[in-house]
Structure formats: structure tokens, C-alpha cells
């Protein structure tokens, strides 16, 4: 049985997301960050972590990559052609879609007020209509960033597209609007969020 320290509110819901896709059983353990329910599996505080066979993996992107090399699901192999395009898709959501959105959520709430730079906030905007533009080339007409298969990337794209929707940001239209709302309209996605808020309560 996994376990998910971390809460909803967080990038833990990708964590369940990624379970709820592969089909797996999974606690959750309803912890805010710097909480001292999350540093008991992390010293820095940071969720999500997830608890295995008595390991603890942190880091949202690595703690699905794990997930999917383990079950061999929503991943092409280690090694192959297909693995490095598709982990060049992986950082490109963490390095230009959710490092724009998180300096405008540092900035607009998660910093103490003397620590905000505001005037950061139009810059991050732009970097995050830019690497829209940058999507919209890379996928093309595909279904999903590596073509008829869903990996984790488009998970983290699509996580990334919801936090989007409330950070102020002009979300795109037209194939990756599209692409945002095929994904966000999953049925494991569903689950997740539904299963996150009756744990929440």
C-alpha cells in the first residue's frame, strides 16, 4: 500500500492523480506543508512524499516517475529515444510552466508580505505565454505531448493548466486549450479530486 503525505492543495495531487491512472490502492495522510505531520516523512516540510516499503520518496515529479517505471504504465523505458523526448517534456513543464507559476504564487501569497516582489508577477506571465507558444508547436496535432500515449508529463502539463486557471494568467485556446480540457476531464482526475476533498474533511 502507498502512502501520500501531503494535501490536495498542493502538487501532492498529482501523486494521486498518477495513482488513480494506474489503478492502485493508496492512503492518503492529509499534511500542509511545514507542517509537523509532513516533516515527520520530510525534514524540509515539503509535500508530497510518498511512503513505501518503509522508504520515503519526496518530489512530486520523481514520486511519479518512480510510480510509472514501477508499474510500467504511462511511461516509455529508461534508455530509449522515446524516454528522452518524453523527459524533455517532463523538465520543460517544471523549468518553464511551473517555475513561471510558482514565482507568481510565491509573490501573490506563499512568501511573507515583506519578502514579495509584485513587480516579478508580469514577467512570469510572459514566461508562461511563451512556453504556451512553445507547447502549441511541440504538439502539434497530437492527442498527448508524446503522440497517442499519455506519460507523465502530460499529468504534470494538465496539474499545471488547472494552477494556471487561478494564477491570473491568460490560458491558450485552441490545440492546447483543447488538449488542457482532455486531460482535465479524466475520469482518474475525477477520482483524485473527489477522493481529496472527502479525506480533506
Known amino acids: 500500500m502507498y502512502k501520500v503525505i501531503g494535501t490536495p492543495r498542493s502538487r501532492s495531487l498529482r501523486v494521486y492523480w498518477m495513482l488513480e491512472e494506474l489503478g492502485l490502492d493508496y492512503d492518503m495522510i492529509d499534511a500542509n506543508p511545514r507542517s509537523p505531520e509532513a516533516k515527520e516523512y520530510n525534514p524540509t516540510g515539503k509535500v508530497p512524499a510518498l511512503f513505501f516499503e518503509g522508504q520515503v520518496i519526496t518530489d512530486s515529479v520523481a514520486i511519479m516517475q518512480f510510480l510509472a517505471d514501477r508499474h510500467e504504465k504511462l511511461t516509455f523505458k529508461a534508455g530509449t529515444i522515446d524516454r528522452a523526448v518524453q523527459d524533455s517534456f517532463t523538465f520543460f513543464a ?10 507568481i504564487g510565491k509573490h501573490s501569497f506563499a512568501l511573507p508580505e515583506a519578502m514579495r516582489v509584485p513587480e516579478v508577477i508580469p514577467t512570469a506571465k510572459i514566461e508562461f505565454a511563451n512556453a504556451m507558444k512553445t507547447l502549441e508547436i511541440r504538439l502539434g496535432d497530437n492527442e498527448f505531448v508524446m503522440g497517442a500515449t499519455i506519460t507523465v508529463p502530460d499529468l504534470l502539463l494538465a496539474h499545471c493548466a488547472g494552477w494556471a486557471e487561478k494564477s491570473g494568467v491568460d490560458m491558450p485556446k485552441g490545440a492546447v486549450g483543447d488538449y488542457f480540457k482532455r486531460l482535465r476531464s479524466r475520469p482518474a482526475l475525477r477520482r483524485a479530486m473527489a477522493k481529496s476533498a472527502q479525506d480533506s474533511k
Open 94 to 103: 517544471c523549468d518553464e510552466i511551473d517555475g513561471s507559476l510558482w514565482t
